[in-house]
């Protein structure tokens, strides 16, 4: 048997996502900037797509600009709305993706913002009190804090932090890679100003995403050279990979409760037999609270072992591709920056098992096997 544990990382591409994208692969070739025929074609393609997303996300198709992933897309609006707005103060977290941080960091490194890190608790959520202070001490700033962590599934409330944004007169941008296509969102109603999302995590293409950006942020284009993307994100655009983006929202959307209740089953039942059979055993941050976590991902915090180091080897040995890292340990630049952050021991070992659609409740069985199995033999 061989188990894809590794969702959160990149899912597996729906075969009808590969239908409605093989169009455009072959014989729909236009270049939609082209008057003619051919080029008409793939234009309405993309504006298709384009309304199919927003009518799904709560926005108007003029608030949804494509760009090449999640990484792009947070890395441009952040950018662009601290020019945009003279902005000179940033809110962020230390458990953000890198996408962000480094983003943010490097932001600061050039002296265009001062930064600030919201308090986290114990269990790696966002202290809404540390935000608010900093929000008062700060106000106009730019926030950056993401919908639901990649590592340890931790979920932030968007509503709250939009909330207090919107009292301090900050620009709100959310990270939300992770939940785009595994929770309804109403974009609308949430008071944050720009989000992102990347296909390949809900069963899309890979090298597309895009960039959600109310009509109350004027922002400055991205990428010059072109007058694409309403002149926002120059170049010719991945039609395939914009058509396959909206179908697989499409899907996601429509079988978004049965999927979240087989996967959250997946995830419980990989709970119930790692407690039963490892002693010791743990999970990081609050991934095995349904309430305030991804139903996507657990995070297995594993007894102190000399094996650790080979944990994840093991584990592929073993059939089970996963990914994970523990905390640095002081004076090393290697390991997750996350758990890091939230204090977790860095001589326990940590895993992260991210599930979809595609995976069983015998796949689950095989992994807790296998874990407890190199567990018995290394501890
Ligand atoms: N943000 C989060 C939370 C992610 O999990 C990822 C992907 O790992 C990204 C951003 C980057 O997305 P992409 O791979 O589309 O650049």
Same mark, same amino acid.
């Given at each position: 048997?061989?188990?894809?544990?590794?969702?959160?990382?990149?899912?597996?591409?729906?075969?009808? @996502?590969?239908?409605?994208?093989?169009?455009?692969?072959?014989?729909?070739? =236009?270049?939609?900037?082209?008057?003619?025929?051919?080029?008409?074609?793939?234009?309405?393609?993309?504006? !298709?797509?384009?309304?199919?997303?927003?009518?799904?996300?709560?926005?108007?198709?003029?608030?949804?600009?494509?760009?090449?992933?999640?990484?792009?897309?947070?890395?441009?609006?952040?950018?662009?709305? @601290?020019?945009?707005?003279?902005?000179?103060?940033?809110?962020?977290?230390?458990?953000?993706?890198?996408?962000?941080?480094?983003?943010?960091?490097?932001?600061?490194?050039?002296?265009?913002?001062?930064?600030?890190?919201?308090?986290?608790?114990?269990? /790696?959520?966002?202290?809404?009190?540390?935000?608010?202070?900093?929000?008062?001490?700060?106000?106009?700033?730019?926030?950056?804090?993401?919908?639901?962590?990649?590592?340890?599934?931790?979920?932030?409330?968007?509503?709250?932090? /939009?909330?207090?944004?919107?009292?301090?007169?900050? $620009?709100?941008?959310?990270?939300?890679?992770?939940?785009?296509?595994?929770?309804?969102?109403?974009?609308?109603?949430?008071? @944050?100003?720009?989000?992102?999302?990347?296909?390949?995590?809900?069963?899309?293409?890979?090298?597309?995403?895009?960039?959600?950006?109310?009509?109350?942020?004027?922002?400055?284009?991205?990428?010059?050279?072109?007058?694409?993307?309403?002149?926002?994100?120059?170049?010719?655009?991945?039609?395939? #990979?914009? $058509?396959?983006?909206?179908?697989?929202?499409?899907?996601?959307?429509?079988?978004?409760?049965?999927?979240?209740?087989?996967?959250?089953?997946?995830?419980? !039942?990989?709970?119930?037999?790692?407690?039963?059979?490892?002693?010791?055993?743990?999970?990081? =941050?609050?991934?095995?609270?349904?309430?305030?976590?991804?139903?996507?991902?657990?995070?297995?915090?594993?007894?102190?072992?000399?094996?650790?180091?080979?944990?994840?080897?093991?584990?592929?040995?073993?059939?089970?591709?996963?990914? =994970? #890292?523990?905390?640095?340990?002081?004076?090393?630049?290697? =390991?997750?920056?996350?758990?890091?952050?939230?204090?977790?021991?860095?001589?326990?070992?940590?895993?992260?098992?991210?599930?979809?659609?595609?995976?069983?409740?015998?796949?689950?069985?095989?992994?807790?096997?296998?874990?407890?199995?190199?567990?018995? @033999?290394?501890?």
């Amino acid at each position: 048997m061989r188990v894809y544990f590794d969702n959160a990382a990149t899912t597996p591409i729906d075969p009808e @996502v590969i239908e409605a994208m093989m169009p455009y692969l072959r014989e729909q070739h =236009g270049n939609p900037s082209s008057i003619h025929w051919h080029g008409r074609q793939a234009r309405s393609a993309i504006e !298709r797509s384009r309304k199919t997303i927003a009518d799904l996300l709560g926005a108007t198709p003029a608030e949804i600009f494509f760009t090449s992933g999640g990484t792009e897309a947070d890395n441009s609006l952040i950018c662009s709305a @601290v020019e945009s707005y003279g902005i000179t103060h940033g809110i962020t977290s230390r458990i953000e993706h890198h996408a962000v941080l480094h983003t943010m960091e490097n932001l600061e490194k050039q002296g265009k913002i001062k930064l600030s890190f919201v308090d986290l608790d114990e269990k /790696g959520h966002l202290d809404m009190a540390s935000l608010e202070k900093l929000l008062q001490s700060n106000p106009k700033s730019l926030v950056s804090l993401m919908h639901a962590n990649n590592e340890i599934g931790n979920l932030n409330d968007l509503d709250a932090i /939009g909330e207090l944004c919107s009292q301090y007169d900050a $620009v709100y941008h959310s990270d939300t890679v992770q939940t785009i296509g595994h929770y309804k969102h109403t974009l609308n109603t949430t008071k @944050v100003h720009c989000v992102a999302g990347s296909a390949h995590k809900f069963h899309g293409p890979k090298g597309i995403g895009f960039m959600y950006i109310s009509n109350d942020l004027q922002v400055q284009p991205f990428i010059h050279g072109g007058s694409q993307e309403r002149n926002m994100r120059g170049g010719t655009e991945n039609v395939y #990979g914009i $058509v396959g983006l909206a179908k697989a929202l499409e899907i996601a959307y429509r079988d978004m409760d049965a999927h979240q209740k087989h996967v959250q089953a997946v995830k419980d !039942r990989l709970i119930g037999l790692l407690t039963e059979k490892i002693d010791g055993i743990a999970f990081n =941050g609050d991934c095995a609270n349904a309430e305030r976590s991804l139903y996507t991902v657990l995070n297995v915090c594993l007894p102190e072992s000399p094996d650790n180091d080979m944990l994840l080897f093991n584990l592929d040995i073993a059939g089970i591709s996963a990914s =994970g #890292g523990s905390a640095c340990s002081s004076g090393s630049n290697v =390991g997750s920056h996350v758990l890091t952050a939230i204090g977790s021991n860095p001589s326990r070992g940590a895993v992260r098992f991210s599930f979809s659609k595609n995976n069983t409740m015998e796949e689950a069985d095989f992994v807790a096997e296998k874990l407890a199995t190199l567990y018995s @033999v290394t501890v």
